[in-house]
C-alpha cells in the first residue's frame, strides 16, 4: 500500500537519465558517481531539483556500517532545499517551479500515527530519504507523499538558513527544548554543544530560560556556544560538571538536562544533575543501553522523554526564522559545491579539527 | 525554620502522659508499647486522636531495615483518619472535634515546592510521618502544618474508604494514571497487582481506557484485579507478557504502562510492551538501577516518570469517593483492633498466603 | 486547487446514471427524487453506497432556509456508513467493498488547519457534505480526500452505533467535553437535553465527574438524561436554575457549563451558573450574538470556547465504544428506510411529540 | 477564621503611633494625612515598613467611586516593595529586616482556591489591600498570610524593577499572554498601549511570537510600543484595523487577541481580528457588558478567558528580572517622594499630557 517503492520497480520502467549523487558503497566507502536520475513513481510524489543539502552525523553513522537498513548503492543525505521539476497528479499544495524545503521525515498524513502527530513513525514513511530510498546529495530526488513531506519556502529567505530546517532545528526544538518542557525563568542544561546540541541552545531562548549552560569537552565549541547566547559553559575535563551546577541552583539541579551527545556518559551526567521535578530529553542516538538509576530517582518526580523528530514544528520554525527570531544560519561553517561533496565530508568529519559545525552543499548548476 | 521538630524537644517540655503505639526498634523488631502522647509543638500543629489506621508495604521495608531515615523508638504509620484533640493557634481550617483524614504526605503550603504543586518535596515536609517523626499507628498522633496536611471527611462518609484515600490511592492516582496520561481509548497494563497496583486499576477507570490488563504471578490477585475492572490478566509466569501484549494491539504495545512493583525485571516488561509514543509510569520503590534500552527507545518518542505521591489529588479523590465513582474500600480485607497491630501486621506481611490487600486498624476506644 | 468540484463539472462528464435521493429544493421544501448517482471526480475521491444514514438538527435549519451556503438542488445529509463502490487512484487506505464510516468533516489533511488538527476548517473541506457538495441521504455519495474524512468499521460493530459516530458524539464530546475540560470530581450543567446535550452526556462520563447536571423544558428528555447517568435534572420551566445550582455547590457554581441548545437565554444561563474558574463550552449553533456580562465575568477566571467539530476524536470513539465504554445506540428512538424519508424528516421535526431522539434511515436494497 | 481584620479590632487593643499615608475620603476626595501605624493582628501577619509603592489604574477608578468595597478611610495602595518590621510567630519564610516585594494579591495558601492556584480568589484574600484592608500608599502596611504573600527580594534587584512585580507585570502575563497561550511563530495583537497593555507586550515575547501588533488611539503610546518591542503598531483613529490586520494575515486574522481596555468597543475590536482556533484573552475590567457574536464565532473554534491575576508566576517573574530578561523599569517615567503623592496622583491621572506610564513613589525616610 506505500508508495515508498524501491528502486527494483524503477529500473524496469524508466529509459535511464543520468545525474550525479554520493552514494553509499558499504561500510567505510562511499563515492560521487552517475546514477539514474529519479522519476514520478505515484500520484502523491513529486521529483525535486536540489538547490542546497547538507551532511548529518547520521550520514557519518551510516558510513560507517552503523545504519543495517541502509544497504550499498543508496544516495545519502535527508536535507536541502530544491525547485519543483516533476509532480504527481494527486500533489495539490504545490506545482511544478516551486521551491520548497525537503523535510528529513516523509509522512502520508493519513495513518494514525500521523493523525496523532507522530510523523517519524508514519506507516508509510517516517526516516527514509537516504536511508530506505535514494536521498538528497545529489541533482534530483524523488519526493513521496509531496503535499505533507514539504514545505514552500517563503519569498526572500535565507536558503541557507532553511537547509537548516530539513532536520536539525526541528530536532533541536522538538527533541530537546518541546519534550523539556522548558519555560521562562527555567535553568536548563544541554550535555553537547555539537549542532544538534546549539541547535537546542538556539531554540531554547524562544522560552527565556534564566539560563541555558553548556557542557562539552572541546573549548572551541564552548566559545561558540556563548555566542549562540548560553549563560554559561563547563568544559567536562577540566570541572566537576555537578559540584558547579549543584552550586549555581543551591543545590537543587537543573530544571531541564537535554542529552545531546548519545552515549552512557552523557546519558549519567543528565541524571547526576536533574532537579526534583526536572526533565530529561533524550536527543542523542544511543547505540548501547545506559544504567537508569530507579533507586535514586524514583521518588523524585522527574520526567525523561525519548524522540525521533517529527517534524512537526517546521511550519512554525519557517515563521520563525521569516520573522528574524531565529537564525539557523549561524550554524554554518562552511561551504562547498556538489562536486566537491567528497571534500565537504572530509571537512564534516573532521568537525573539531576544521572547527566546523554545518557544511553548506550547492547544487552549481543551479545556484 | 522547620517545626518538623524532634521528640528531644518536647521531652524536655512535657508532663509524660502516656499512650498505646507501635514502636519500630531497629531491623527485624518492632512492639506494642507505651509510648508519650505527643502535644502542640507549633501554633500550625494539630494532634489527632487516631480512629483508624492500615499498614503500607513501606512499613514492611522500614522493618527490613531499609529505610536509613527511620530510627529504633520512632512510632510507625503514615495513614489514617481521626478526631482532633487540640490545635495550634495560627491554624485556620480546622477546630477541635473535627473528624479529619490524615495525608501521608507534609506539607507546609508555602516553600518553592509546595507552591508548584510538589508537596513530595515540601522543604519543611513530605515524607515525614512514622519515618522522621512519630506516625498514626497509635493512639494520637502530632500532625505538623495541619491546614495543608489534614482534609475533612464529608458528613457520612464510609470511614474505612477515607483510610485508603491518605496514600494509597492519591499514590496510584497519581504516580500510575495522571502520569501516564491515561486517555479515553487507551490500551493500559499494569505491572503488579498488588494494593497499589489496584489502586492504579480502579482510578485508571476515571479515564475510560479501552483496556486495562493487570500481569502478576499471583492468581488470587489476578482474579481480583478482574474484579475491580481489568479486561485482561496476565500471569507472568505461564505466558509470554509480550507475546499477548503484541498480539492484542497489532504489534503495537500498550499506550501506557505502569510499574507497580519496584525491581528490575518489571521495569524491563514495560520497556517491552510500550507502543511508540507510550507512556512509562514508574510508582515502584527501587533498591537498585535498571537497564534503559536507549539503543531500542530513543527513536520511540516515548515518556518516563518517576514520582512520589504529592496527595495534590486527595480533595478530588474524596469529590469521587463521595459521588460514588470511586470504591476504595474494596481494597480491604481484614480488621483490626490497635491492641492487635502485631497481628495486622502478620497478616499483612504474609499478604499471599492471608489473601490480604489492605487491613484497617480501628482505635478501640473510640470507633 | 480544491477536489470539492461542483456538480457543473460532474453533469459534463458522466453519462447519467440514476439514484434515489432526499433533495432540498429552497426554504420549506424537499422531495425524495430521482438523482445523478455521483462518480470519482479526483484520485482522492471516493463513491460509498450508502447503508444507514440519519437526520440531524442542522438539516431542519436547512429546511428553514436558515443555511445560505445550501442552495436549491443540493442531496441533504451528513451523516452515515456505507460500502465503498469506487475509489480514486491516490486513495491508500481503502478499498473497493470497504465498510466506512463518513466523517460529517472533509479534509484534505494537508493544509495549515488540518496539520493543526482543526480539519473543521480545512481550506479544501471543512463542513462540506450536504451543504457545498451533495450529501449522504441517498443511495451513493461522493467522498472527498477519502484518506482523511473515511474510517474503517471495526468487525462486529452495531452499525446503528457507528452512525453516530458521524458528527453527534464527536460534537458532542469535542465541543462539549473536551473543550469543557471535564475533570473526574468536577460539578458539570448541560444545558439542553436533546441528541446533542446527550451526546455530551454519554462522552462526559469519560472522566468521572462527580455530578452531570441536565437542564431542559421537557420532562420527557429528562427522564431519559437520568437514565443516560445525569445524576440530577432540573426543569427550568418550574424551577430557578440558579437557585438550585447554588445550593448544590455551596454558592460556588459549576465547574463546567455546556450550552447545547443555540439561543441566548440559554447561554445566559451558563454564565449564570458558573464557578470562579469555570469553563462554558458552547456546542449550540447560534442565530443571534448574545450578551457577555464581562461586568461580573471579567474576574472571575472563566474559559469560553465555541468549535465546530473537528472529528479529531473519531478514531478514539471508535476505541471506546468497541469496548463498550459507550453505547452510542441509546440515542437511536426510530428507524425507516430511505424510501421513507419523508416520513422521517416528519418524525424527527416533531421530536417532542414523537419522543424522538436521533432516527436511522437504512438504504433498502444493501442493508 | 478569617485574619484579614477589620480596623475596629485594631482601635481597640493598640495605643495609637501615626504614620503618613494617602486616604481614600469618598468619591472625588482624598488627602495624604496622619494614620495609625498598623500592628501585628494575627500570628500570620507581617508588618512591612515601605520602600517603594506606585499607582495602579484601579486606584484611579476607586477614586471615582467605583470600586464598592472601599470605603471612606481606607489607606490605598496594593503594590511595593519594603522591610519586615514586625512579624507573627507562625510566619516560617521572613524574618524582621528582611527586603520583601508585596503581592497585589493576598493568599492563604489553604482554601481550595488557593490549592488550586487561583489565588486571586483566596477565600480568606484575594484582592484586599488597599480595598477592604488598607493598603501601601504609606510608611507602613500590615500583610496578612505574609508566607505566601510576600516575597523575597534578590540581593541586588533593581528595586524600581521590583515593584513593577507587584501587579502590573503578572497581570500582563498572567492574564494576557498565558491566558493568551502564546506560542512562537505566532500573530498576537494587543489593544491598549497603557501600562497593562505593555505589561503584556514585554511578556508576550518570553515566546517568541513573529508579531506582536499594538493597537491604541495615542501616537505617543504607540512609539513607546515599538521602542518595547511591537512589530507593528495601529492608530485606530487614523486606520481601519481590521483591513490592516487581515491584510498582514492573508485574511486569517490574528492567533491571539489581548484585550487591555476594559470597554465594548475593544473586545469588538478583538472579535473582528481573532482567527479560527484564536484566543481571546480579556485583562481589561469592565463596568458594562458587552456582545459577544456568537453568531459568528460559534463555529471559529475560539477561546475567550477573563481572569484576575493570581500572581502565581511571581516567583517565575523575579527570576527573569534577575536573569535580565525582562527589563520591567521600562515602564517607570517618573519618580516622586511619598510626600508628594497627591502630585503623584496628578501625574499618573494626566497619563496623555504628562506621557506617563507608572510612578514610583519613595518613602524617604527609607531609601
Known amino acids: 500500500m506505500s508508495n515508498v517503492q524501491t528502486e527494483k520497480t ?59 537498513t541502509v544497504t550499498p548503492g543508496r544516495i545519502l543525505g535527508h536535507e536541502g532545499i530544491g525547485i519543483i521539476e516533476s509532480i504527481g497528479e494527486s500533489v495539490n499544495k504545490f506545482k511544478v517551479g516551486d521551491r520548497v524545503l525537503i523535510s528529513c521525515i516523509t509522512s502520508d498524513g493519513i495513518c494514525d500515527y500521523c493523525k496523532r502527530g507522530m510523523f517519524s513513525h508514519c506507516e508509510n514513511g517516517g526516516w527514509v530519504l537516504g536511508n530506505k530510498i535514494d536521498g538528497t546529495q545529489a541533482e534530483f530526488v524523488r519526493i513521496p507523499y509531496a503535499d505533507t513531506s514539504l514545505y514552500s519556502i517563503p519569498e526572500g529567505a535565507n536558503e541557507d538558513a532553511m537547509v537548516m530546517l530539513s532536520d536539525i532545528l526541528p530536532t533541536g526544538f522538538e ?135 517529527d517534524t512537526t514544528t517546521t511550519s512554525m520554525l519557517l515563521k520563525t526564522v521569516k520573522s528574524g527570531k531565529l537564525k539557523p544560519e549561524k550554524l554554518i561553517t562552511h561551504h562547498f559545491q556538489l562536486s566537491d561533496v567528497i571534500k565537504a565530508y572530509d571537512t564534516f568529519g573532521n568537525a573539531q579539527k576544521e572547527k566546523a559545525l554545518k557544511v553548506i552543499i550547492s547544487n552549481e548548476v543551479l545556484s
Open 10 to 68: 524503477y529500473e524496469k520502467v524508466v529509459p535511464e537519465i543520468q545525474m550525479w549523487a554520493l552514494e553509499y558503497q558499504g561500510p567505510g566507502k562511499k563515492d560521487y558517481v552517475k546514477k539514474k536520475k529519479p522519476i514520478i513513481l505515484a500520484q502523491t510524489d513529486a521529483v525535486v531539483k536540489m538547490v542546497k543539502t547538507t551532511i548529518c552525523g547520521t550520514d557519518l553513522h551510516i558510513l560507517k556500517g552503523d545504519v543495517p
Open 175 to 309: 527533541c530537546g527544548v518541546l519534550n523539556g518542557k522548558i519555560s521562562p525563568g527555567d535553568v536548563v542544561a544541554i550535555v553537547g554543544a555539537g549542532p544538534i546540541g546549539l541547535a537546542a541552545l538556539l531554540t531554547a531562548q524562544f522560552f527565556a530560560p534564566s539560563e541555558v549552560i553548556m557542557i562539552d569537552v572541546d573549548d572551541e565549541r564552548l566559545k561558540r556556544s556563548k555566542e549562540f547566547g548560553a549563560t554559561l559553559t563547563i568544559n567536562s575535563k577540566n570541572s566537576s560538571i555537578k559540584d558547579i551546577i549543584m552550586k549555581i541552583t543551591d543545590s537543587r539541579g537543573v530544571d531541564v538536562a537535554i542529552e545531546a551527545v548519545g552515549i552512557p556518559q552523557t546519558f549519567e551526567v543528565c541524571q547526576d544533575i536533574i532537579s526534583p521535578g526536572g526533565r530529561i530529553a533524550n536527543i542523542g542516538v544511543h547505540g548501547k543501553s545506559v544504567e537508569l538509576h530507579l533507586e535514586k530517582l524514583w521518588d523524585k518526580n522527574i520526567t525523561i522523554t525519548t524522540r525521533l523528530v
